[in-house]
């Protein structure tokens, strides 16, 4: 983790940078159609992969943001992430809360006791603003972006929600 993103293969090239909320139903949408294929880069250590846990959808989002940077305390970050997304409720719902983040947790290896203490104490709030600020600082207006050696795929290309037009744009990039 830097001070901007959940970093994997630090040395790897090329570099796809992942602007996400945890709440961002277009988010999800994305992760359904492409989350694997990201998910065995950083796995695989075919590309540096970066995550950017956005918060800008309302207090919730601030939660799991934090929470998610507590998963890698852990190293559980990418099933952290899955589970989030998987089981996404209803921008602001309530839903998560301090029990089912902790469960949630629990769902995925992490350790009750250590987990929900970072949750609790927020100990990554400070992480959280400096991923938004720098997300501002860099222009990412919209949630989900994905950027590839800095440049955003094509939003109109439909790359976004068609797996094979994303592995086709990783390509075009030099992803193998």
Same mark, same amino acid.
């Given at each position: 983790m830097d001070g901007y993103g959940l970093v994997f293969n630090d040395t790897a090239k090329p570099q796809i940078d992942v602007w996400e909320d945890f709440q961002c139903p277009a988010c999800k949408n994305f992760e359904d159609a492409n989350g694997a294929q990201v998910r065995e880069l950083a796995q695989n250590g075919k590309a540096r992969v970066v995550f950017h846990a956005l918060s800008f959808l309302g207090a919730e989002s601030v939660i799991l943001a934090n929470a998610s940077a507590c998963?890698?305390?852990?190293? +559980?970050? @990418?099933?952290?992430?899955?589970? #989030?997304? +998987? /089981? &996404?409720?209803?921008? /602001? $719902?309530?839903?998560? !809360? #301090? $029990?089912? @983040?902790?469960?949630? !947790?629990?769902? =995925?290896? #992490?350790? &009750?006791?250590?987990?929900?203490?970072? =949750? %609790?104490?927020? +100990?990554?709030? %400070?992480? =959280?603003?400096? =991923?938004?600020?720098?997300?501002? /600082? $860099?222009?990412?207006? &919209?949630?989900p972006t994905v950027l590839i050696n800095g440049k955003e795929i094509d939003r109109n290309g439909g790359a976004y929600l068609d797996a094979a037009l994303f592995k086709k744009a990783l390509a075009d990039a030099g992803v193998k």
């Open positions: 998963s890698a305390d852990e190293g +559980k970050f @990418l099933e952290f992430h899955d589970y #989030l997304f +998987k /089981n &996404q409720k209803p921008e /602001n $719902s309530g839903y998560w !809360g #301090l $029990s089912r @983040l902790t469960a949630a !947790g629990v769902a =995925v290896g #992490l350790k &009750q006791s250590t987990f929900e203490a970072c =949750v %609790k104490s927020g +100990k990554y709030a %400070k992480w =959280v603003e400096n =991923v938004a600020a720098d997300g501002g /600082n $860099s222009n990412i207006n &919209q949630t």
